[in-house]
Each structure stands twice: as structure tokens, then as C-alpha cells.
């Protein structure tokens, strides 16, 4: 049973570039959340989608912006890249939107650095 | 708004037992959790704790107070694979997304 899986691992970009990020969820789960980590620092909410539209979104500026997929996949897209951008990406995955434990299965994270 | 303090470092020894506590304030309360993260991996579930008490699940335990918005993580017979930063979460009253803390980086010494 494939567990989240993310791409690219590793990617380097320069200021005012765009960037992709994908996210397949584990089996079995509806629902992608996306965080950010910066280094040293706990995983920031940017948003989750579920049946396909945004349900919740955190502070994020509207350069973020994401999809889902009728499979259930993911992508992340940051326009106008800020070296302040630079964080590793994680994308989770659940079951069922919100409620239950609420236990998130994250995937492994796409680095991102804005030179 | 919901804030979250944990420690920023802690060490211990080996089979010792260590207590990592979180504290946070929040408007809606809708579930504690801790996930582990070693370095350069992606976090992992460690325990979920929506009502007063305690959680145990082997090695490690989980206590939430709600009245006092304090948590601790107890973790006995260290091993060295168990250094790694620990997250201490809430989740948000719609239930759609987890607040998490800085996390507390664990050092397990031999």
C-alpha cells in the first residue's frame, strides 16, 4: 500500500519564477491538506482540498494555489517566487474531510529553494 | 487565534524517561495531537488526545489537561532512535487543519 507520495524531492528556483508541486494521497484517503515547513520551524497549514475545492485555507498570500484532482491527487502551484519561499513542502493526506482522529499521513516533502 | 509553546531543545540518556510539555491557547478546542519527525523525513502520528487524561500506546504517552491548555508527551526507555523534533498540534474547530507548534528537538545520548 503506497503511502503519500510527493515530486519533485528537490527543486531549485529564482525569485519571480512559478513552481508545481504534486501530491498523490495514500489509498483509500479523499482528502490533501498542504503545509509549510521552515527550517527550525513547525509545519505552517496552507490549505486543504476535498471533493475537489478548497475548504479551508490558512494565511497564505493568493500566490498559493492548488488543485484536486477526480482522483484525489494534488498540486500546489506558487507564482511570483519570494526567497522567503524557500521551506520544505509537505503534502497529508486523511480520510473523510475533517473530524474523526484526524491522524494526517504526510508524505515526504518537496524542498524548495529560491535563489 | 491559537498559539502553541513547547520547548525548543531537551536531552536525555539512554533508557531514560523524558517529559516534553506543550502548552497552548485556543478559541476552539478540537483535539490534540504529537507527531514525530526525524531529520529530513516527513512527520509521523504519534498520539491523539481529544478528552482530560491520559493516552498510552506502549512506549509512549500523551496527557491533556483542557482546563489548564497544557499537554505532555512521555516517553520511557529511550533509545537512540528516538532523537528527533516532536510536534505538538491542535487541531481547528471546523476540524479541517492542524496548528502546530516549532517542536521540540530531542537529543538521545548513549
Known amino acids: 500500500d503506497a503511502g503519500v507520495t510527493q515530486s519533485p524531492t528537490h527543486l531549485i528556483k529564482t525569485r519571480g519564477q512559478q513552481v508545481t508541486l504534486r501530491c498523490s494521497p495514500k489509498s483509500g484517503h479523499d482528502t490533501v491538506s498542504w503545509y509549510q515547513q521552515a527550517l527550525g520551524q513547525g509545519p505552517q497549514f496552507i490549505f486543504q482540498y476535498y471533493e475537489e475545492e478548497e475548504r479551508q485555507r490558512g494565511n497564505f498570500p493568493d500566490r498559493f494555489s492548488g488543485h484536486q484532482f477526480p482522483n484525489y491527487s494534488s498540486e500546489l502551484n506558487v507564482n511570483a517566487l519570494l526567497l522567503g519561499d524557500s521551506a520544505l513542502y509537505l503534502c497529508?493526506?486523511?480520510?473523510?474531510?475533517?473530524?474523526?482522529?484526524?491522524?494526517?499521513?504526510f508524505g515526504e516533502g518537496s524542498r524548495l529553494t529560491v535563489l | 487565534g491559537q498559539n502553541i509553546d513547547q520547548p525548543t531543545e531537551m536531552t536525555a540518556t539512554e533508557g531514560a524517561i523524558v517529559q516534553i510539555n506543550c502548552t497552548y491557547q485556543?478559541?476552539?478546542?478540537?483535539?490534540l495531537f504529537w507527531y514525530q519527525q526525524h531529520a529530513g523525513e516527513a512527520p509521523t502520528f504519534l498520539s491523539y488526545n481529544v478528552l482530560d487524561g491520559l493516552e498510552e500506546k506502549g512506549r509512549f504517552s500523551s496527557f491533556l489537561s483542557r482546563s489548564k491548555g497544557y499537554s505532555y508527551l512521555l516517553l520511557k526507555e529511550l533509545q537512540m532512535k528516538d532523537s528527533a523534533s516532536y510536534l505538538c498540534?491542535?487541531?481547528?474547530?471546523?476540524?479541517?487543519?492542524?496548528?502546530f507548534g516549532k517542536g521540540t528537538t530531542l537529543s538521545v545520548s548513549s
Open positions: 498540534a491542535i487541531r481547528n474547530q471546523a476540524g479541517t487543519a492542524l496548528i
Open positions: 497529508a493526506s486523511s480520510w473523510g474531510g475533517s473530524g474523526g482522529t484526524g491522524e494526517l499521513f
Open positions: 485556543t478559541s476552539g478546542f478540537n483535539g
